[in-house]
């Protein structure tokens, strides 16, 4: 590292105002500043010193992201050998699922950080480092069958006109690996929904060969709640692509149809105990998205008039990308409340509005991403409501 750090203290005044490549410059200082914690401190006019920068905290959710993305890349494997009749062993699985998501995710960052690089360069500033995380987020939230160009695509939509066209990096109103989303399943809708885009069933350059077994069905949980008929209230059961009965336990584990990395809730837990315990998100939001989420499901089990309305609480907390969507995307620090209270009640609604949803409008049987979605409109008069009534409490308290 010693020799990495000398290498880029001699080329840094090439990089530099006067220098050949000056004209690279946030390039430059992105590239040295993500390997090296930045040496430069504040002289004056500051009440704390912290060696935390967004790059460090952008790092440590890719780490909490890493359980559920490669389970994701297993389960990949997994369902396609469940698909074709195949059992080639764990790690034949785990490389299949892996070729397969991989190119996702390099597409993701080149356009993505493609962009920013661009911006920077054009508006002469430092590279913003929010795209790190936003990276890995888009390929693990869409379908294993989604194809790379519209990846592209909605990526570079969604970095340019959700993002940048505000400002940037901590400016963007919306959060960016949910729009890149919306914009694929309202543009795209063919690619991100029904029961031919979750479950891999042809080859991954050149490995996992096979013939689909009869019977498969490629349709998520989510997906045959959705279309289930009155007349099965108090008899459905989710089943697995084979047709086997799907227990709540399979639903905790992941190895179930789903996003490539929203299926397992246990992956997430994990990466939700990371994020608590580096105080990188904000355990209010998280557990009132659960809390709001597990009442809404339980009120309408209550009045169900159909099956979507009477799937357990506990189901629902584990289907889709409920509980990725909890831990990873309502704790957004940019898009979400900011006060203490507001915490609480944007937590709240986020989990209610995703369980609404699902309930009430089949043509939308996942819920959690227009959920946030709209809240992340709502989070400022969330936080406007809170400090002004902070404000009217503590004015009747300073006259008396």
């Not at 991100?192 to 019977?215: E, I, N, P, Y």
């Not at 209230?233 to 992941?254: H, Y």
């Not at 809730?265 to 580096?278: E, H």
């Not at 008039?305 to 799937?311: D, L």
């Amino acid at each position: 590292m010693k020799a990495l750090r000398n290498y880029l203290d001699k080329i840094k005044p090439t990089f530099e105002e006067g220098g050949k490549l000056a004209m690279f410059r946030s390039v430059f200082e992105g590239v040295e500043t993500f390997l090296f914690v930045p040496s430069t401190t504040s002289k004056s006019g500051v009440h704390i010193h912290d060696y935390i920068d967004s790059k460090r905290t952008m790092t440590v959710v890719i780490i909490a992201l890493l359980p559920a993305l490669l389970f994701g890349m297993y389960n990949v494997g997994y369902q396609h050998n469940l698909a074709v009749g195949a059992d080639p062993g764990f790690l034949m699985t785990f490389i299949f699922g892996f070729l397969a998501v991989l190119p996702k995710i390099i597409v993701s960052y080149v356009v993505g950080l493609g962009i920013e690089f661009a911006v920077a360069q054009v508006k002469k500033e430092e590279i913003q480092e929010g795209f790190l995380v936003s990276g890995i987020l888009i390929p693990m939230i869409v379908p294993i069958d989604t194809p790379l160009w519209m990846i592209a695509v909605a990526t570079a939509f969604a970095v340019v006109f959700a993002k940048e066209v505000f400002g940037g990096t901590g400016y963007n109103v919306f959060n960016v690996a949910l729009v890149t989303r919306a914009f694929l399943f309202f543009a795209y809708p063919a690619a991100m929904s029904g029961d031919q885009v979750f479950v891999r069933t042809a080859d991954t350059f050149g490995l996992g060969a096979g013939t689909v077994v009869d019977g498969f069905s490629g349709a998520t949980p989510l997906g045959q709640v959705a279309i289930a008929g009155k007349d099965m209230i108090g008899s459905f059961q989710t089943v697995d692509v084979l047709g086997n009965p799907m227990t709540t336990w399979d639903m905790f584990l992941g190895l179930i149809p789903g996003s490539i990395g929203e299926t397992s809730v246990l992956a997430i837990l994990i990466g939700a105990v990371i994020l608590l315990y580096t105080q990188i998100a904000s355990w209010k939001t998280m557990l009132s998205v659960f809390v709001g989420g597990a009442l809404m499901a339980a009120i309408f089990n209550m009045i169900g008039t159909t099956v979507a309305m009477c799937v357990s609480p506990i189901d629902h907390l584990f289907l889709g990308g409920f509980a990725f969507g909890a831990v990873f995307m309502a704790t957004d620090p940019v898009t979400s409340a900011r006060t203490e209270t507001g915490k609480y009640i944007y937590g709240f609604l986020v989990g209610a509005m995703a369980i609404i949803i699902r309930a009430l409008n089949p043509g939308y049987p996942e819920g959690m991403m227009l959920a946030i979605l709209l809240m992340n409109v709502f989070a400022p008069l969330i936080d406007y409501y809170v400090v002004e009534s902070n404000i009217t409490r503590r004015l009747k308290r300073a006259v008396k």
